[in-house]
């Protein structure tokens, strides 16, 4: 649950005395906090029994947008709980398509190049704030375009942030490049659209210089590296860098739409700017791959994947630059929605009006097009991939999501409350309305009483629990975190809003409340 820190939480309290001198010493709260995960069968069901309506969905888009062939899947849980196909792979042999046919995923890529670079961070051999021609020579002679432009860094390259142009056309001709080739661009001196850091712009050559610095800081190339250590542990065994490689059958074949008609598209071989475009891999593989991501909420004490821990999972979803907001946003649905859009290394981010977070990434290339989203607080995501040109899949797969959530009636997870906001909740529950012993009680931080008068806490809580009529009901602690939280005291007339937050020092003791009436509903 990610709420803003005051608009969102509900309050509580009621009262008796106590001294609580023994709450000062220190307590172990942070070990011994564990966030909860999703284990609740009925919903599983419940998302299940969503298939026939999110097969509709996805089938009707493919025969709309003229997909030759298309398969998508829902993941739950980190479990690719179903799946759906829909047309052929190749339309001279008509084969169809299977949860085991290989697409060629194209920018869905980036974020394995991405999560390369954090693995090398993690075991130190590199800074992702250190200049990228540290591990590319070449780049120290370049022409930066104003003499007061800083050097790119690594991280500039994981946000799109270099100051390259944006390149996709280009860049979708390029795969097949070898590295000296890839090289050979730096050393004519690239173009720059603008100075690195100053703003976001999608750079297909930043990433694949990134595959470039993985090799080098590997003393591998990029595809044995993230092979050996990314595909393999997390058994993505049917998944290739070279379509040769792909065994007869299984091989998606690129397709145009033109003049009302399908016309291939021959797929390019292997080569240096791979690490931007060039994944080929199954459904079943991917999901896989979307279960690590996954699995990196919420943040909890637990055994850690051989992958990426989960630290530097978060991290790689967390946006870097901010790239766009949408006030006139509207789901697929009609319903209106701001959202704001940022880049984070190899993976979109996206938050909307309900507070909804998405992760994910669109691939397209000549002859393919897919997409796969996340809903971290939510558990569920989708993928899917196509084999015709730019494929629109985005918007499918947000509309499916938001579908889902409706259907499913899907709740986001809710943080468990830590044992000390449980027991300043009660601590402090017993004082209202008449405050009597508080100064004396250990519970508060030195500013408190400073802050907050103590005849003006009794005035407004005795006013307001007169209002409230007969003390029906104290509620549970909402947690916003760990440190903060809310509950509610229900009356007879009207109920109360008790909100306070614990401050770092430990033990952690309340250093700010607030209290105000809440209408019943």
Known sequence: MRFSTFLLLGFVAIGTTTSYAQSAQPLAVHNSYQPPVFTDAKRIEKIKATQAVIDQLYKEHATNNHFPGMVYGVVVDGQLLYTGTAGITDITTKTPVTTQTDFRIASMSKSFTAMAIMQLRD???????????????????????????????????????????????????????????????????????????????????????????????????YQQYITENIWKPLGMDHTYWEYTKVPAGQLAKGHRWINGAWRDEPLLHDGAYGAMGGVITTLEDFSKYMALHMSAWPARTAKESVVLKRSSLREMQQPGVVGALNAAYKYPSGRSCPTVAGYAFGLRWTKDCEGRVQ???????????????????????????ANVTYAPTATLNIRVL?????????????LIASPVLKERKEQLAK???????????????????KDFPI?????????????????????????????????????????IEVYFTLMPDNPPLIQDYRLRERSKK
């Open 123 to 221: 075991k130190g051999k590199l800074q992702l704030d250190e200049p990228a021609a540290k591990y590319i020579p070449e780049l120290k002679k370049i022409t930066y375009p104003t003499s007061d432009a800083p050097v790119i860094t690594i991280r500039h390259l994981l946000n799109h942030m270099g100051g390259f142009p944006q390149d996709d056309p280009w860049a979708d001709r390029q795969l097949a490049a070898t590295d000296q080739e890839l090289l050979d661009v730096v050393k004519r001196d690239p173009a720059f659209s603008s100075g690195p850091g100053l703003q976001y712009e999608y750079s297909n050559l930043g990433f694949a210089l990134l595959g470039k610095i993985v090799a080098n800081v590997s003393g591998k190339t």
């Open 431 to 449: 004082l209202l309305p008449n405050w009597k012993g508080a100064e004396q009680s250990g519970l508060f931080s030195g500013n408190f009483f």
């Open 402 to 414: 938001d579908t889902l959530i409706s259907l499913a009636q899907l709740k986001p997870r809710q």
């Open 455 to 495: 005849d003006s806490l009794r005035k407004e809580a005795s006013a307001l629990f007169a209002k409230a009529g007969n003390i029906v009901r104290v509620g549970e602690i909402v947690p916003e975190n760990q440190l903060r939280g809310s509950f509610i005291i229900e009356g007879t007339n009207t109920d």
């Open 359 to 385: 992760v994910g990434h669109s691939g397209g290339l000549p002859g393919f097009g897919s997409n796969w989203t996340i809903l971290p607080d939510y558990g569920v995501g989708v993928v899917c991939f």
